[in-house]
């Protein structure tokens, strides 16, 4: 204690705790945001079964031999039945148990302490979604007993417009389920593989709107746009005699190919693929192609009261619908920390 005062640290140091009062802010700061990039971008249908199958179809490439004589009868047959695909739906939960005496307690933040973990664990939920619908695995059917029912991910569908690293290999769907990919040597986002990639899915009837990747493909990618080798953006700020301030851009979000204008969508909940070297995939998007299925909604259910507890089971069941693969396009095996070439 001073000699001279009573002072803040005397006030600390009396046991236990000390006398001063805390001073917390009733108020939870939180980092984590709650967009979903490519579930707000893409419909959504509802599933009658644990199976969602749907069927694809394509008009045949121009005949530029097509042509008939004057009155000849009718000859071959050029219908086509077109194929029929499927995905298995996935449970995704959060359980939240809360005791008696946590619910009744005074809680910083929040009045009620079930309520808030039920929100944010829903929160939790569809972000967990987000990231497994970017995801590389498979389609795997529910037994019922011991093995879970998987959606295939994006990248296990697209076979027609793939570009991979050297080994890297596209499964997709066949009798029922579709296989995970084969993952290839890690390599540089290059220029020439977005204008291909773009052109490919364009070729097959597809009109590509969104290029989505990992944050850090999509900067290394906007600053690839300003490189002399580009030749595609100027850092420009507009002085004139203008009196608002001049701004600088440093940034391309919109890319403008041959075959349409691409939104460049960072997607901060798509993970790497967890190698050797981490990598990510990069996707040539045409949302109007993929659809969420539900086969039931987000839906929160209270379990048995079995104590001095509240438990919560919050649950979706749910599949990825890939209307055609051929919509879209993926540049896999893509090192996010190496440069972007031309």
């Not at 939870?28 to 419909?43: V, Y």
């Not at 509802?46 to 097509?66: F, G, I, M, Q, V």
């Not at 890297?168 to 389920?177: E, I, P």
Request: proline share 4%; with cysteine; charged share 20%.
């Amino acid at each position: 204690m001073s000699t001279a005062n009573l002072d803040s640290a005397d006030l600390k140091g009396v046991g236990y705790n000390g006398l001063i009062n805390e001073d917390v802010m009733q108020q939870i700061w939180d980092i984590s945001k709650i967009p979903l990039p490519l579930t707000d971008m893409i419909g959504t249908e509802t599933c009658k079964n644990s199976y969602k199958e749907w069927t694809t179809d394509e008009l045949a490439a121009p005949n530029l031999a097509n042509k008939a004589v004057d009155g000849q009868d009718a000859t071959g047959n050029d219908t086509k039945t077109g194929a029929r695909v499927g995905n298995h739906c996935q449970i995704s939960t959060k359980i939240v148990r809360v005791s008696t005496r946590a619910q009744e307690s005074d809680v910083i933040g929040r009045s009620n302490e079930l309520i808030y973990q039920v929100m944010r664990r829903q929160q939790e939920l569809k972000r967990d979604v987000e990231a497994i619908m970017l995801s590389r695995q498979a389609s795997v059917a529910d037994d019922g007993n011991t093995t879970a029912g998987q959606s295939a991910g994006l990248p296990a569908w697209l076979v027609t417009n793939d570009y991979r690293g050297a080994g890297g290999s596209a499964a997709g769907f066949s009798n029922g389920t579709v296989a995970a990919p084969v993952a290839g040597t890690a390599r540089a986002l290059s220029e020439t593989m977005v204008r291909d990639c773009v052109q490919a899915v364009y070729t097959q009837g597809g009109d590509p709107t969104v290029l989505m990747s990992t944050p850090g493909v999509i900067r290394k990618f906007s600053e690839y746009l300003f490189s002399s080798s580009a030749r595609v953006a100027t850092l420009m700020a507009d002085q004139g005699k203008s009196d608002m301030p001049a701004v600088a851009l440093g940034t391309v979000n919109v890319f403008v190919t041959d075959f349409g204008k691409l939104d460049l969508v960072p997607n901060r909940l798509q993970q790497l693929i967890d190698l050797s070297t981490d990598t990510a995939d990069v996707y040539v998007l045409d949302p109007q192609y993929l659809s969420f299925g539900y086969l039931h909604g987000y839906r929160t259910e209270p379990l048995a009261k079995t104590g001095l507890s509240d438990v919560r089971q919050i649950a979706v069941d749910w599949t990825l619908i890939v209307h055609t693969e051929k919509a879209h396009g993926v540049i896999a095996d893509i090192d996010p920390t190496l440069a972007v070439v031309a």
